[in-house]
């Protein structure tokens, strides 16, 4: 086995990386291992220094990549480096200390607190399986703030509608508990009836489609998609912008900041101060508008 193979094993067994990311952290190092080869005539661990990683780097941005995905790239070297130092195959880290490409960091975007209120709340979604089902969808990620792989995830069992509780299994396989609105039992209890009439006994999952089979990304996309699209003129519509709005509103409304990083399941406070931003933007031009001199 190489030593591809067994980092990448680490990641998948051992740290327990998602499937997406196990893909792209291959792909960063197949491309450094061929670029050696064209380089150097080899790839060889050993052989691998700061000035061949530095010029890497240099060619990820003749290639015009952007500074966010050779950010990544260096990433999964540091981390190739890292495993290879940890199993005593080299000594040193030569991707560490290396200047790289600034990220111009980009604001969550989020849907208005009114236009998903208009959306839930005014007959967008239709009365059969389907329609009841696509709007269980938003609302959980709406009122949840999980992500979609955890929403896929979901069981009938994971839902405690007498404490109002959700139980997910976030990344790294770490399980939170998190509180939903009120508000979604009377809807789910209908989704639940109406799946029982549809296809029949119990599911494996809690979200299925009009077979009986769990839903999958595709349509999680397209259901999140074609929905917001009916009140957001949001270029960007996903699952993960009903989360960013999720975590938004909360703050808006003054939410906690470290309690809103625990319902996210952000494994720190720095990747739940990039919503500070967001609902410090709004209060400046909330500012802007209000004061005479503004």
Known sequence: MSYQESFINYLKYEKRFSS????????????????????VGEFS????????????????????????????????????????????VVEVNPA???????????????????????????????DDF????????????????????????????????KEFLIRVLGKRNKERIIPYPKSINKLLALYVKVREETIGGKSERLLVTEKGKPVYEKLIYRVVKQNLSKVTLLEKRSPHVL????????????????AVKELLGHSNLAATQVYT??????????????????
Not at 20 to 39: E, G, K, P, S
Not at 97 to 126: C, Q, S, T, W, Y
Not at 143 to 160: P, V
Not at 277 to 294: N, W
């Open 130 to 161: 389907s329609g009841i089902r696509d709007k269980l969808i938003v609302y959980l990620l709406y009122g949840t703030g999980i992500r979609l792989s955890e929403l896929l995830g979901l069981k009938d069992t994971d839902i405690n509608t």
């Open 20 to 39: 997406h990311t196990v893909v792209a952290y291959t792909n960063d190092l197949d491309q450094f291992v061929q670029y050696c080869t064209i380089m």
């Open 243 to 258: 989360r960013h709005s999720y975590a938004t509103h909360l703050l808006n409304k003054g939410a906690d900041l470290n």
């Open 45 to 88: 661990v050993k052989k691998v220094d700061t000035k061949l990683v530095r010029s890497w780097i240099v060619s990820l941005m003749e290639q015009d990549l952007s500074p966010r995905s050779v950010n990544r790239k260096v990433t999964t070297l540091k981390s190739f480096f890292k495993f290879l130092m940890k199993e005593q």
């Open 96 to 126: 560490v200390g290396l200047p790289l490409p600034k990220i111009r960091k980009k604001l969550p975007n989020f849907v208005e607190e009114n236009n998903l209120h208009h959306l839930l709340d005014d007959g967008f979604f239709d």
């Open 277 to 294: 931003h967001t609902t410090f933007e709004k209060l400046r031009d909330s500012y802007k508008q209000a004061h005479p001199r503004g």
